[in-house]
């Protein structure tokens, strides 16, 4: 069996908006300076209280302990009123697939198990993916744990697995991993940044990623 193992934020889900409006808000109810956009979105991939940490490492645990928690809720309130969206050819290029007899997919993602269940129930991706590995259970990216974790749960060997993400940690993650990665050019870090971390190849579109992931695990 082969795996393709997806990263979610900038990669599948199109959560930018959700992430600055959540960290917007986080800060400016703890009365502190609201990061820019681009230090935002370059800790996007991180789990959560590592990403605050690295966007307020001059804040004491306390405080980067309820910047955590105030972006939870932001997120979690935001999320229930508008869902984030998939990326156009997303969904369609994981039912392609994981119709495929000798494909499985998972997801390996920053992201919380309940914003994950929910992403998925929004979105009619029940089924798809066979393993889940999330921020609740494993070490931040850019440690290899969500990978190997992965491939333990789905019985894959890394050399039959790619990791597919939009950041510099998926990159770093999955060759640490030791399985094959490729990267996305619509998400949230630079196309150089992902050239420097190791990424050898990053397509422009779901159908151009469909036939790398192919190429890569034949």
């Not at 230090?39 to 804040?59: C, D, N, R, T």
């Amino acid at each position: 069996m082969k795996l393709a193992l997806f990263d979610v934020d900038g990669t599948l889900s199109d959560s930018q908006a959700h992430i600055l409006a959540a960290m917007t808000q986080a800060f400016a109810g703890e009365a502190l300076p609201v990061p820019a956009k681009e230090k935002v979105l370059a800790i996007v991939g991180l789990s959560l209280p590592v990403a605050i940490a690295q966007l307020a490492p001059e804040h004491d645990a306390r405080t980067q302990a309820a910047l955590v928690e105030a972006y939870k809720q932001s997120y979690f309130t935001g999320r229930a009123a508008s869902p984030a969206p998939l990326y156009p050819g997303a969904r369609e290029c994981c039912l392609r697939l994981a119709a495929r007899e000798e494909m499985l997919l998972g997801m390996a993602t920053g992201k919380s198990r309940r914003g994950v269940e929910a992403l998925i129930a929004h979105h009619g991706l029940e089924g798809l993916f066979v393993t889940r590995q999330v921020a609740d259970d494993n070490p931040s990216k850019p440690h290899p744990g969500m990978v190997l974790s992965a491939l333990s749960e789905a019985g894959v060997e890394p050399r039959d697995a790619v990791m597919i993400g939009d950041t510099t940690y998926d990159i770093e993650m999955g060759r640490a991993a030791g399985v094959a990665v490729l990267g996305v050019s619509w998400g949230y870090h630079p196309v150089a940044d992902l050239r420097a971390a190791g990424a050898p190849r990053i397509v422009d579109s779901f159908e151009e990623l469909e036939m790398a992931v192919l190429e890569i695990l034949a």
